[in-house]
């Protein structure tokens, strides 16, 4: 069985070296589910930042992620897949607080 999936692409008017911080060794952010604890791919040349998402309820989820240039700034291109318990509606929720972050 696959995930239905969509590709969310941003742009940032930053490079990516500047787009995101480590917060004492680990890093969190705040998501609509609550703070989250994200664990990316190793650095690398490729702009792969692949990355694990652990909920606050322990369950972990695998989301791909690119990010290269764009002029002076960045493009960020990011996978998300439906769970199997996600609602149409859900699913578009999740699609736009993507977007949001």
């Known amino acids: 069985m696959t995930f239905k999936s969509v590709h969310i692409s941003v742009s940032i008017d930053r490079p990516a070296r500047e787009s995101i911080k480590n917060v004492d060794g680990d890093w969190i952010a705040e998501s609509p589910m609550g703070r989250i604890k994200v664990k990316f791919a190793d650095k690398n ?3 792969v930042l692949d990355h694990d998402v652990t909920l606050p309820s322990g369950v972990k989820f695998y989301n791909p992620m690119r990010v290269f ?3 002076d700034g960045s493009e960020l291109i990011f996978t998300l897949y439906r769970q199997p318990d996600m609602s149409d509606q859900m699913f578009a929720e999740d699609a736009d607080a993507v977007t949001r972050t």
């Open 45 to 47: 040349k490729f702009g």
């Open 69 to 71: 240039p764009n002029n």
